[in-house]
């Protein structure tokens, strides 16, 4: 059976019709002669930098942060037609591949509208992407150019001078211009390169149009608009080919999810523009005259990490209605929350959890609190600024109590969206009104989705009461495939009575009401010694909300008959455990006394919320690095990378699975 969507078109699918705008620079341009002089870009001003020292002994850099400096959609329009006319001179040809390397930042969308005048092809690349996947990426292309932001450029020459050898056709960089001011050093371009910064190519392009040599190509809608590469959780990262076709289809679907006000929204963008939900989210607010405001994960809030003492982060500056987030963000902020009524006594935490479940009783009833919300949770709410309406949750599962709790707390729907890079980020969303939690949502508009049996893993459609299956996403925002690899793309991608559909290798079911529910992945599940299958992401996302867990990797060894976890501990729960002894926090996480106390709340947690004793971790790994996207060990999008997990701990995860 195939689910299909029940919504209505929205103004932004009867405009794209209307005017027939099948392509991405076709809606760019359509919202330039639109809107004209309204702002469409905001980006804070850089002060100054300071050095800071930390209760930790050590020094960090810190912006001092003004205003944010909107520009016009004129401007925007005008500087990317005069960036692509520049390509051209530089000697790009229409319809090339170019890299982009860069942070999220207006001179990214400014670059992109450029390119995409002249049916030139954007390879989009993680910034926090290692040297071989960087390689991988440039050469797998053949690009000749690449653009980059100015923090990401001297990883980018060092990758070129070590591998030149493997990037022959790399002959132009072009660098974006540092926000605070700072210089490139042209002595270190690498030889042999044409380096270029963002404002030159630009006034390369600012002439008289009668007297460009290479006119302006715009671009089909069966044309690549990005070659989009995965960040790599399970390996070498592979090219999803998206063209504007797709993007097109998916932004039409995507703008059903909430009601927007052009006039009063604001966006705060600080999701990677290499993922395509950001993408997507910034394209629809350009094309509805929404107003997006700049950010960086470093800067999101006061109390982000450049954010310099006494200066407001970007979030109190703008107060955006409208944001996206990824679980990992929300999971902090409803650590904080809870560790932060914690520290005032138990009876603020009591009085806390107690007006928690209060506002879920009433809203849960139709009803809401307008005094709690202004007094208990206005000071919640004002961390992210205090006017945001609607949050879409993507890129990983969200848990249901992170879920819950946030939206009662921050006083606003917490929308938990359902999509892949190969769907074009688009295949369902929660509906704002809806109060049940731990599902993925109804099918979006014009995306169909269906359950096909995966007998290995036990689940088929004839399932009672609810049928189950592995998700199958058909629509027109369906990927083109992946890039030189056709075997990938004939096992993933698949037509069937003239649509095009993808395989995505997670379990689903459907509740009563057509709302999808992702109950397993098949890559995920392990099955044990004695016969019993584990998912992975199952155990993870209970036990990663326990108080003593910072972050977690379950890993199970086929040949034995239970699960260990590999952790990196909350280090003042895990000083809590023993609080009299004067070992340090690394000689405690390798106590074995420790460790036990750490399996028991692990254990207690987990049969509370609803896992088997099979599905918990016998025994634990507790290390004190971090995971970060700069080491590799999980994705731009906080998604653990388990494979580069389990190589850097495999002496230490047996050492785990022989102790006594």
Not at 161 to 188: H, T
Not at 460 to 485: C, L, M, Q, S, W
Request: aromatic residues 8%; charged residues 25%.
């Amino acid at each position: 059976m195939v689910y299909h969507s029940v919504v209505q078109p929205s103004a932004v699918n009867r405009d794209i019709r209307r005017y027939n705008l099948n392509t991405m620079e076709k809606v760019f341009s359509h919202s330039v002669g639109k809107f004209n002089e309204r702002q469409s870009m905001g980006t804070r001003q850089i002060l100054g930098e300071t050095k800071e020292v930390q209760t930790d002994g050590r020094v960090h850099s810190k912006y001092d942060l003004g205003d944010y400096q909107w520009r016009s959609y004129r401007d925007f329009g005008d500087q990317a037609e005069m960036f692509g006319r520049g390509l051209r001179e530089l000697g790009i040809d229409a319809k090339e591949r170019v890299v982009m390397l860069s942070e999220t930042r207006a001179d990214w969308m400014i670059a992109a509208y450029g390119c995409f005048q002249h049916s030139m092809t954007i390879v989009t690349l993680y910034t926090n992407l290692g040297d071989d996947g960087l390689v991988h990426g440039i050469s797998e292309t053949e690009v000749s150019t690449v653009i980059s932001s100015y923090e990401t450029h001297g990883k980018l020459f060092q990758v070129i001078n070590k591998y030149r050898d493997q990037l022959p056709n790399v002959k132009n960089v072009i660098i974006f211009e540092d926000l605070a001011g700072k210089e490139v050093d042209k002595r270190k371009v690498p030889e042999g390169i044409q380096c270029s910064m963002m404002k030159d190519v630009i006034a390369m392009g600012d002439v008289n149009v009668s007297t460009v040599t290479r006119k302006s190509v715009p671009p089909c809608p069966e044309d690549i608009a990005i070659i989009m590469y995965t960040s790599g959780s399970t390996g070498k990262p592979k090219g999803v080919m998206l063209s504007h076709h797709n993007l097109l289809s998916a932004m039409g679907a995507l703008c059903n999810i909430t009601e927007f006000r052009p006039e009063s929204d604001r966006y705060i963008a600080y999701l990677p523009l290499a993922h395509v939900l950001e993408l997507l989210a910034e394209s629809s607010c350009l094309f509805y005259g929404i107003k997006i405001g700049y950010s960086s994960s470093l800067t999101l809030t006061s109390k982000s990490t450049k954010v310099k003492r006494g200066c407001k982060g970007d979030s109190d500056v703008l107060r955006p209605t409208l944001m996206c987030a990824v679980p990992l963000v929300l999971e902090r902020i409803y650590k904080t929350m809870v560790e932060t009524m914690r520290l005032k006594g138990w009876f603020v935490e009591e009085l806390f959890h107690y007006m928690v479940q209060y506002k879920m009783k009433w809203q849960d009833r139709g009803f809401d609190t307008p005094i709690l919300n202004k007094t208990l949770f206005r000071r919640i709410r004002y961390f992210l600024g205090g006017r945001v309406r609607a949050l879409l949750s993507g890129g990983a599962p969200l848990s249901p109590d992170t879920q819950s709790l946030c939206r009662t707390c921050l006083s606003m729907p917490v929308m938990q969206g359902y999509g892949l890079t190969e769907t074009a980020s688009c295949a369902t969303v929660t509906s704002a009104r809806d109060r049940t939690t731990g599902r993925a949502g109804a099918p979006l508009l014009n995306t169909d989705i269906k359950l096909v049996n995966w007998e290995d893993g036990n689940y088929r459609v004839t399932d009672k009461p609810t049928p189950r299956g592995e998700i199958h996403v058909g629509g027109d925002n369906v990927a083109v495939g992946y890039f030189k690899n056709e075997e990938e793309t004939k096992e993933n991608f698949y037509e069937e009575n003239g649509r095009r559909w993808f395989r995505t290798g997670d379990i689903g079911t459907f509740d009563s009401d057509g709302v999808l529910r992702i109950v397993d992945r098949k890559k995920d599940l392990v099955k044990l010694q004695a016969g019993e299958y584990i998912s992975y992401g199952r155990t993870e996302s209970i036990l990663k909300t326990a108080p003593i867990v910072d972050n977690i990797c379950a890993y199970a060894d086929p040949t034995r008959d239970f699960i260990i976890a590999i952790i990196i501990p909350d280090k003042n729960k895990l000083r809590s455990i023993n609080p009299e002894s004067e070992a340090t926090v690394a000689e405690m996480a390798c106590d074995p006394e420790v460790k036990a106390a750490v399996v028991a709340q692990l254990k207690d947690y987990g049969l509370k919320n609803g896992l088997k004793n099979f599905e918990l971790p016998a025994r634990v790994l507790l290390v004190l690095d971090e995971w970060t996207p700069d080491n590799g060990l999980v994705t731009a999008a906080f998604k653990i990378r388990r494979k580069f997990i389990y190589d850097e701990y495999r002496s230490l995860i047996d050492q785990t699975y022989n102790e006594i």
